[in-house]
């Protein structure tokens, strides 16, 4: 199985084609793209929705309603927050309100044992210290690009570190992966983001795939095997 453990489903056009052979973790933005993950988790065995407040859409959104969010959430029996976090590269003006919300996410997280699914653009530091203090145990950096020396931390403390393809051409990405233990990686697309003309799509988890196993001389099949038991370990299945 492919794990997809980033994917912006509701934006995806041919979500239904990936109902073989693929594990999806659909991330939602806001209080109307939350619903729409949980009601495609319904409605398909191999999505497992999380629900959050993105980081840039933190303006237009409330402290209240990221606790109503949450409750019906936690009625629902979710199991994954997200895209949720704190973004000061590409948003700084709302940081302040970011960790507002951020923290809302942070209480249940913690009260109720939930992944988080993070975005921490500029902020990779400051979100670690937060999961620290929360004592929150299960956490996933998606995409990170952030500094090399935080890097063994995170892993030290079991956190996962998202593969995006966008290694192909970024380099600090790159590099973050060939450091990373295969203990600790999980792969991901944020589909269907535009990166720099590269389109990430799901299929390109395969060519993450084959790096990994590149990488660690193994076989490509045990380290599709073993991305599968990182993603079944993170949500304790
Ligand atoms: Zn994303």
Same mark, same amino acid.
């Given at each position: 199985?492919?794990?997809?453990?980033?994917?912006?489903?509701?934006?995806?056009?041919?979500? @239904?084609?990936?109902?073989?052979?693929?594990?999806?973790?659909?991330?939602?933005?806001?209080?109307?793209?939350?619903?729409?993950?949980?009601?495609?988790?319904?409605?398909?065995?191999?999505?497992?929705?999380?629900? #959050?407040?993105?980081?840039?859409?933190?303006?237009?959104?409330?402290?209240? @309603?990221?606790?109503?969010?949450?409750?019906?959430?936690?009625? =629902?029996? &979710? %199991?994954? &927050?997200?895209?949720?976090?704190? =973004?000061?590269k590409f948003l700084p003006e709302t940081l302040t309100r970011q960790r507002e919300v951020f923290k809302v996410f942070l209480d249940y997280a913690k009260e109720y044992d939930l992944v988080l699914n993070l975005h921490t653009?500029?902020?990779?530091?400051?979100?670690?210290?937060?999961?620290?203090?929360?004592?929150? @145990?299960?956490?996933?950096?998606?995409?990170?690009? #952030?500094? @090399? =020396?935080?890097?063994?931390?995170?892993?030290?403390?079991?956190?996962?570190?998202?593969?995006?393809p966008a290694w192909k051409i970024q380099e600090k990405h790159y590099k973050i992966i060939s450091k990373t233990p295969l203990d600790s990686l999980l792969t991901e697309s944020d589909a269907p983001?535009?990166? %720099? #003309?590269l389109s990430l799509k799901p299929e390109l988890v395969n060519d993450s795939l084959d790096l990994l196993a590149r990488l660690h001389n193994l076989d490509r099949r045990v380290v599709e095997e073993k991305i599968e038991e990182n993603f079944k370990r993170v949500f304790k299945q």
């Open positions: 199985m492919l794990v997809d453990m980033h994917v912006h489903c509701t934006e995806l056009k041919n979500l @239904e084609s990936y109902s073989q052979g693929y594990l999806f973790v659909c991330v939602a933005e806001e209080l109307e793209t939350s619903r729409a993950v949980v009601e495609l988790s319904r409605r398909f065995h191999f999505i497992k929705p999380c629900v #959050g407040i993105h980081p840039w859409n933190i303006a237009r959104s409330s402290i209240e @309603e990221a606790r109503i969010l949450m409750e019906q959430a936690v009625s =629902d029996n &979710v %199991k994954c &927050v997200g895209e949720v976090g704190l =973004d000061s653009a500029g902020t990779h530091r400051e979100v670690f210290q937060m999961l620290k203090t929360w004592r929150v @145990e299960k956490a996933y950096f998606h995409w990170y690009t #952030g500094p @090399e =020396d935080l890097l063994k931390e995170l892993v030290d403390n079991g956190y996962f570190i998202g593969v995006n983001y535009q990166y %720099k #003309g």
